[in-house]
């Protein structure tokens, strides 16, 4: 997770890490539940790794720099790595949302978040957050 004020804004989201189940280590597969109100993630953008989402259930709102789109069962959306434009998924209705994210695993990967002060820095210290000016969450 986030570090806070982030980490409150995607709950509730239920993750199940079905690639690491499956004894994956080149591709991660997530199969995730998001609760009505929450969001998948701050808008972001990976450096190293391509992102597939493919919706099981539900409806979601795909953010992107080109505006908002619906997804709904059965529809992908595709996020190529180093492609500046940041996603996020946010569901607006009132049941939890199902879908799954497929990616590339790539511990050189780091993410930008162009909404908000955040900063993913898995090549400079994996799984660690920053503030965009480098002070450590």
Known sequence: GYPEPYRSQVLPREKRALGDAAGLTKIGVNHTTLGPG????MRHWHTQEDELIYVL??????????????????????????HRDGHQLVNRGTTPAVYLEISNRDESDGAQYPDVDLCWNAPAAPGSYSHKDGRPY
């Open 57 to 82: 259930a539900g409806e979601l709102v795909l953010v992107t720099d080109a505006g908002e789109r619906p997804l709904r069962a059965g529809q992908c959306a595709g996020f190529p790595a180093g």
């Open 38 to 41: 929450a969001a998948s993630s």
